[in-house]
């Protein structure tokens, strides 16, 4: 009796070890954008954030919980202790519809039964849609990052040669498009906007698969109406997809990934075994990999992880087979055949490795004594630049300034370089701390100084045109910088960034960490038949593996403050209702909901 008294106790308690972690990366992040990204451990600033950080996100975690908990027991559900007000089962009134209200509402849940169906898929992409078109018509000719530009370019380009940093298959793709519009109207604008129209519906439908989706997890009618209003109405979804960039063609399947990925583990496998389902959900695990460097990576994690899942061992190692001929189809098989009809040159090998490169610049900027002279003289080879001349181009917010410059062909190699990264992280903790806060501060904190608002800062940041593009566009056919919305899309973006609480939506870290932190929280704080299952916590954790994998390729990335790590954070946003339901559902509702 005694040792189940503690077993409960600790069962409460370390589960909280997730908001104070959170807490004190909050407070190392912060510190770092208030101090040109660099950490003073012996600063008592420091220790008065993390004072001010960790018991909020303790509070917060906590309170939440306690909502949803408590909501559900008002809602007289059998178990409140595993349900909350998400995981509500739709009943039958037991009475007539005799108030006004009550027929409104039975009329609404008529037409809109936001059950996952065909039908009810396609009303909610109608509405989607239709809450979309003035920001689409607003949008035209299109919104193009610079990435696209470039991968435009490429295309145009005479002799053809396309560079595989970004995905060769997105460069045909938006090349392709750009033909059909010079072919057609003399205009390769227009032909994008095509593009961009069809992945505009191609998002709304997977979206609202995802908002009627969850009713397979018993969430409540008005929890999937929500989901779907924040879709339709919530302005970065419509604006994210009036721009054209590889990650929103990666997007929507991405969405549809997750939710067929939920359906293995719901099913504990089965319906791999089904044709009509396994064939598609190749496509797509190739589709993400082709589209999107990291997109191969994210199945290969994800399906690694169901290697700890619920089913059958043979179903398991399947699953584990299939992430690595995803990860090999798309890094190697495909390229190799499209290198034999399109001149494809190899990305640069740093990209991989921009946060081991920005940590040893900043070391070997203020901790330069701790090298050898072996050390300096294989880094100058490594930044082709002395550390005088590294620290005038070292920028804490983006590790492009100094990663763009390196060069890893010459004497000093990857895997000479990597030693020399392993070596002093343990020599110099400090400035690699400082290297990793610099670089992730948009996804652990709130507001940033304001002489970064004009890279981005740490909202929500979204082109309103294609002013910031690949220098040499002029040369496309009937390329236009501006759009026909985007001076409003700008003052827009100025007046609801500056609404209390909804300024909170146009946060990075909301999405980029606070709320996925959550969902490992509420995981962890499950429990099964009256008492707590550490098994049931970890596979609920595994069950969100896709969008904990996405999280974590963020802070892992070159920036986090400037503009393009919008691009990066928003499948988390179109995902995280659907996380949400999954980690606050009960264990019963999980397997057996259909």
């Not at 509405?127 to 295309?155: E, K, M, N, R």
């Not at 589209?291 to 089913?311: D, N, P, Y």
Request: proline share 5%; charged share 15%.
């Amino acid at each position: 009796m005694e040792s189940e008294k503690v077993e409960a106790t600790h069962a409460v308690t370390w589960q909280y070890a997730v908001p104070v972690m959170l807490g004190m990366m909050f407070a190392l992040c912060t510190y770092a954008a208030y101090h040109d990204g660099q950490i003073r451990f012996r600063s008592i600033g420091l220790y008065l954030l993390m004072l001010l950080f960790v018991p909020l996100m303790t509070i917060v975690f906590a309170g939440a919980r306690g909502l949803l908990q408590h909501s559900a027991t008002g809602r007289g559900t059998e178990n409140a202790s595993t349900q909350t007000m998400l995981d509500v089962t739709e009943r039958t009134p037991e009475r007539p519809a005799t108030h006004v209200a009550d027929t409104t509402s039975a009329g609404w849940r008529r037409l809109l039964r936001m059950r996952f169906a065909v039908p009810d898929i396609a009303i909610g992409t109608a509405v989607i849609v239709v809450c979309w078109l003035p920001y689409l018509a607003l949008s035209y000719p299109g919104a193009y990052w610079w990435d696209t530009t470039l991968q435009i370019a490429q295309f145009e380009s005479s002799p053809r040669v396309l560079w595989d940093q970004h995905p060769f298959m997105d460069s045909l793709l938006f090349g392709a498009f750009a033909e059909v519009g010079k072919l057609a109207w003399h205009d390769c604008q227009a032909g994008l906007f095509m593009l961009i129209v069809l992945q505009t519906v191609a998002a709304a439908a997977t979206l609202a698969a995802l908002a009627t989706y969850l009713w397979r997890y018993g969430v409540s009618w008005r929890a999937r109406i929500a989901c779907l209003l924040l879709f339709a109405l919530f302005p970065p979804f419509p604006r994210m997809f009036g721009t054209l960039v590889k990650d929103t063609v990666f997007m929507p399947m991405f969405v549809v990934f997750v939710i067929m990925f939920c359906e293995i583990v719901r099913t504990k496998a089965a319906v791999l075994r089904v044709p009509a389902f396994l064939m598609p959900f190749i496509l797509i695990c190739v589709g993400m990999g082709l589209s999107r460097k990291t997109g191969a990576l994210i199945v290969l994690g994800s399906m690694l992880l169901l290697a700890f899942a619920e089913m059958a061992v043979h179903m398991r190692a399947a699953c584990v087979m299939l992430g690595v001929a995803t990860l090999l189809v798309c890094s190697t098989v495909v390229p190799q055949a499209a290198s034999r009809i399109v001149d494809i040159r190899h990305g640069r090998p740093q990209e991989s490795l921009a946060l081991p490169i920005q940590q040893v610049a900043n070391a070997w900027i203020h901790e330069g004594d701790t090298f050898t002279d072996g050390e300096r003289a294989a880094l100058e080879a490594f930044y082709t630049k002395d550390a005088g001349a590294l620290a005038s181009a070292y920028r804490y917010t983006a590790a492009d300034p100094v990663k763009d410059r390196v060069n890893l062909h010459g004497s000093t190699g990857k895997r000479a370089f990597m030693m020399i990264w392993l070596k002093h992280a343990f020599l110099n903790p400090g400035p690699y701390a400082s290297a990793f806060a610099g670089l992730a501060a948009g996804w652990f904190s709130f507001p940033t100084p304001q002489d970064l608002n004009d890279v981005g800062g740490a909202d929500l940041g979204i082109p309103a045109d294609s002013v910031h593009r690949y220098e040499h566009m002029e040369t496309v056919v009937g390329w236009r910088d501006t759009t026909i919305g985007g001076s409003l899309f700008r003052h827009m973006d100025t007046v609801l960034g500056q609404i209390p609480v909804l300024n909170l939506l146009y946060c990075k870290a909301l999405w980029g960490s606070i709320l996925p932190s959550f969902c490992v929280f509420l995981a962890l704080c499950r429990r099964r038949d009256g008492g707590y299952s550490t098994v049931a916590r970890w596979r609920t954790v595994i069950w969100m593996s896709p969008m904990l994998v996405t999280a974590m390729t963020l802070y892992v990335g070159p920036t986090s403050l400037y503009q393009e790590a919008t691009r990066y954070v928003f499948p988390l946003l179109c995902v995280m209702p659907l996380a949400l339901a999954i980690a606050s559902a009960s264990d019963d509702r999980l397997y057996t909901a259909l």
